[in-house]
């Protein structure tokens, strides 16, 4: 999808189920990949979800992440991962990406650091 430029901070969604009663196991997470062009071809950088392996639960994966300088356009993706061998399976619901408003200091500041606070000299 292409991004809107005033897109600074984000929120990624969605709801995910892994049945029990598999052959195989694994873990399922959420990537969104960002792109400098508008086509999603020119590959910039990722950032993905921590991981989930719960059974029998619809589940919400989230994150809240900066947009990269310079991205035109991102794909957001619900992967699984096999750690064993045999099928493996995932649903997913829900999926959610947009702007978050709270995130309003461009400058890091809202990483911990007190860079914008500080004077060098």
Known sequence: ?????????????AHVFIPSGQPGSGYTHVTVAFYSDTDCSAYLTAAS????????????????GWTPDG??????????????SGDFQTYADALHFARNPEMIF???FESGGLTAWSVVR
């Open 1 to 13: 999808m292409a991004l809107d430029p005033w897109i600074e901070g984000y929120d990624v969604a």
């Open 49 to 64: 979800s921590g991981n989930f392996s719960g059974l029998d639960n619809w589940e919400l994966i989230d994150f809240t």
């Open 71 to 84: 991205a035109a356009s991102a794909r957001i993706a619900v992967a699984n991962q096999k750690t064993a």
């Open 106 to 108: 461009a400058d890091g």
